[in-house]
């Protein structure tokens, strides 16, 4: 039986000690805002039907959500069981599994929030949570479960007893639930706490004294779940989203010669036995083939097509540049708009002058070209195959194949002009 499967996304809420005038949620993590990153990773988990609950900064978000989720409104933040309440309009009539996510949780991997999903169907659970491990739980909300292990409810630090308080079982805030037994535990809620808030937590207990199993994933990779409140954090998680994009690309056969200083942001494709070298960033649509040397110090942005056995060197940055197999642009250069044959070589400090201030505009070289030093390319401009340009040439014209181009003042030597 086909059931639907929906999530509700928490982006309410106010961040302050981000210190900042925008909302939290549309800082970025290599280059993607926060609150896209948590929509991403619950579509990339398969769920199309997404509800981002709004309130603070609300146009900010949904300039950065767009289409790609519904909107309601939390004006008042009274909890988070009160911004799921909110969303209860799209919940109505349907049957089937609503995730929670949190919108300032941006590393949380799509195959935790499938796990979470399968428990749930698979044992017939109506409330399932993802909990997680802390040497230090302070601020969170800890697991309480019976003798036998099953969970009876979550208590917030600030309800919790001293005796509560050891437990290091933490609710990370991310939950599945049956959507049907959920809207019914939703209107038995009461901000009868320490805070006055409508807790979403109090469902669990809820739904366990309605004699419905509930139950919980418990995450292995404690990173997945961390939020981002502060610049600080926003720091960390970006070390972390570095590490491990960098660890799955030398799991797939690609050196990085220093972890810390390479930045390969999210859809990159490497191919095998390709060496980064150190303080090397490559952005976001780029592919790069096998046995290709990109860096040290160098600049992959997007747009990027690398054919194998391509060189990259020092202090090079490319844009939307097709490049062919074996060619090389060794050192000092910037290629953008640029389609570049097979085997070609591209001298030191070589320049695309792509952009005439109105419109960027395409240099096409072609194979077994030979581009001397600190040449400029004043495209649109095209070079035929085995072509030959001269070290310091402004190439404003285009180039038949197999021609040398020379395009600078001819040397004058004044003799013993000097010792004048
Ligand atoms: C919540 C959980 C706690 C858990 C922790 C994990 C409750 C009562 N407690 O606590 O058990 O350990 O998350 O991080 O749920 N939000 C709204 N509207 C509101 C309130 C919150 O949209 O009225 C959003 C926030 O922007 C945030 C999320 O919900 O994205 C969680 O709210 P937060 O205040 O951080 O909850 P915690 O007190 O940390
Ligand atoms: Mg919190």
Not at 97 to 108: R, S
Not at 148 to 174: L, M, P, S, W, Y
Request: charged share 25%.
């Amino acid at each position: 039986m086909m059931q639907d499967v929906m999530a509700i996304v928490m982006a309410a809420g106010k961040g302050t000690r981000m210190k900042s005038k925008n909302s939290k949620l549309i800082q970025k993590i290599y280059g993607k805002e926060i609150v896209k990153r948590a929509v991403e990773n619950a579509k990339k988990a398969g769920i199309e039907d997404i509800v981002a609950v709004v309130g603070y900064m609300k146009e900010q978000v949904m300039e950065v959500l767009k289409d790609s989720t519904k909107y309601v409104e939390q004006k008042e933040m009274l909890g988070t069981g009160h911004a799921v309440m909110q969303a209860t309009k799209y919940l109505e009539g349907k049957k089937g599994k609503v995730l929670v996510l949190n919108g300032d949780v941006p590393i949380l991997r799509p195959e935790t929030i499938n796990k979470l999903l399968r428990k749930s169907i698979e044992n017939n659970e109506y409330a399932t949570l993802l909990t997680a491990i802390y040497d230090d739980p302070k601020g969170y909300g800890r697991i309480i479960r019976d003798e036998g292990g099953n969970i009876k409810e979550i208590v917030e630090e600030k309800d919790a007893t001293e005796e509560q308080r050891e437990i290091q079982e933490i609710n990370a805030g991310i939950y599945c639930f049956d959507i049907e037994i959920l809207l019914e535990a939703l209107k038995e809620i009461k901000p009868n706490n320490s805070q006055g808030e409508y807790y979403l937590t109090d469902v669990i207990k809820i739904i366990g004294n309605k004699g419905l199993k509930t139950g919980a994933v418990i995450v292995k990779d404690n990173t997945e779940i961390l939020g981002v409140n502060d610049r600080m954090q926003l720091q960390m998680l970006t070390k972390i989203l570095q590490h491990r994009i960098n660890t799955e690309h030398m799991n797939n056969g690609v050196t990085i010669e220093d972890i810390n200083t390479t930045y390969i942001y999210d859809d990159v494709e490497i191919g095998m036995d390709t060496v980064i070298h150190p303080n090397t960033t490559i952005k976001s649509d780029v592919k790069i083939g096998q046995d290709c040397e990109i860096g040290p110090n160098s600049y992959i942005r997007e747009g990027c097509r690398l054919e194998d056995k391509v060189k990259i060197g020092s202090f090079v940055e490319i844009k939307k540049a097709i490049i062919g197999e074996g060619t090389k642009v060794p050192h000092l250069s910037y290629m953008g708009d640029c389609q570049i044959g097979e085997h070609t070589n591209i001298g030191c400090g070589t320049i695309t002058c792509n952009y005439d201030g109105f419109n960027k505009s395409k240099t096409i070289i072609g194979d077994n070209c030979f581009v001397g030093s600190n040449t400029n390319f004043v495209a649109p401009v095209k070079l035929g195959d085995n072509t030959f340009i001269a070290a310091g040439s402004t190439i404003t014209e285009d180039v038949p194949e197999y021609s040398l181009a020379i395009a600078r003042q001819r040397q004058i030597n004044k003799e013993n002009w000097n010792k004048k």
